[in-house]
Every structure is written in structure tokens, then in C-alpha cells.
């Protein structure tokens, strides 16, 4: 089992329809010398490329969520109805995909964010609890935009925006926190 210090974050990376702004914002928090997340990147541990199979870059996911001790989803517009990742029986590793690392069928049908949520769902801090927080890229929080594998076991669910549109540190700072003492 591999030593679990590291802080996991799922979100569509895509820079013109999905969150990186988002995600862009949280890395800004956590290298300030002013503002403090604190977290240790689990994307630091292995790198993936576009042009890898679906189920060589789901392996590479499972080893950092392997290294995660907390588990960040953002929610955006398309969050739930991303199918990146997901395998179909024309992809050249489907058939590989089974006996690749024991996940079998999940690692075949599931999206790439689908594969992280229920990753991040199957595995307990040491008080046999997931350390999960979901932040939505927006001014409110809107479950039914959340997967359902981590809506109910969420520690927090917390818009990153102010009403006025900036980003809304205290709010982020807080869900955070969460993750430290539970």
C-alpha cells in the first residue's frame, strides 16, 4: 500500500468547454505565498498523454488515486455527461482492458470522471471513510450536476464563485479545511 499524502483532482481539463479555469484557480491558491490550500498534487506521481489507450491512462489514474488521501471533484456545465475514456467494443484495447489490472468492466464502460468519482468512493481514510469535497465552477451549488457515485458522500459541496463572478477563496478555504479534520 502506498504512503496516502496526496490531494486527487477530477475535472474536465478541457481548456475551451471545461474547468481548467477552475482548476488553474486552485494550483494559483496553493503556490501563493498569501493564500494557503496546502495540498500535495497527486498528478505529480505519473503522467498520461492524449494519444495513450483509455485503459493505460485509467491505469496511470489508479495509481495516483492509489497515493490520495483526499479526493477534490470540480463540477462544471458538461461535468456528468463527459464520455471521455469510456470503451467501446471498436477500441483497440477493449479486449485488454479485462485483464489489464483487475478492474475488468469498470475500466471498459466507465468515462474517464467516472472512473475517478467511483475510485475515489472505493477508498477509506483510516476511519473507513472516503475524504471527498466537491466544488462547483460557478456562483451556486447544483447537485444534479454532480456524479452520483460521490454526491452523497461528499464532506462538502461548495460554489468556487462569489455572486459577483471572482473566485471565491474563503468558500474554497473552508471545504478544504474539512478535509483536514475529518
Known amino acids: ?27 494559483k491558491w496553493n503556490n501563493s505565498n498569501y493564500w494557503g490550500l496546502d495540498f500535495h498534487d497527486a498528478h505529480d506521481l505519473t503522467t498520461s498523454r492524449d494519444s495513450s489507450k483509455n485503459c493505460t491512462i485509467k491505469s496511470s489514474l489508479d495509481k495516483r488515486l492509489d497515493n490520495s488521501k483526499n479526493f477534490v471533484l470540480i463540477v462544471g456545465e458538461h461535468t456528468k455527461s463527459l464520455r471521455s475514456g469510456k470503451c467501446t467494443e471498436t477500441c483497440d484495447s477493449y479486449s485488454t482492458c479485462s485483464s489489464s489490472y483487475g478492474y475488468g468492466e469498470a475500466k471498459k464502460k466507465f468515462s474517464y470522471i467516472e472512473f475517478e468519482c467511483n475510485g475515489a468512493k472505493s477508498r477509506n481514510d483510516d476511519d473507513g471513510k472516503p475524504r471527498v469535497i466537491v466544488l462547483y465552477n460557478s456562483k451556486t451549488v447544483n447537485k444534479t450536476k454532480c456524479l452520483d457515485s460521490v454526491k452523497g458522500i461528499a464532506l462538502a459541496h461548495t460554489a468556487m464563485k462569489k455572486n459577483d463572478g471572482s473566485w471565491d477563496y474563503q468558500g474554497v478555504k473552508k471545504a478544504f479545511d474539512l478535509l483536514k479534520i475529518n
Open 1 to 27: 500500500m502506498a504512503y496516502r499524502n496526496k490531494t486527487y483532482i477530477a475535472a474536465d481539463w478541457d481548456e475551451k468547454t471545461g474547468d481548467k479555469d477552475a482548476v488553474d484557480q486552485l494550483y
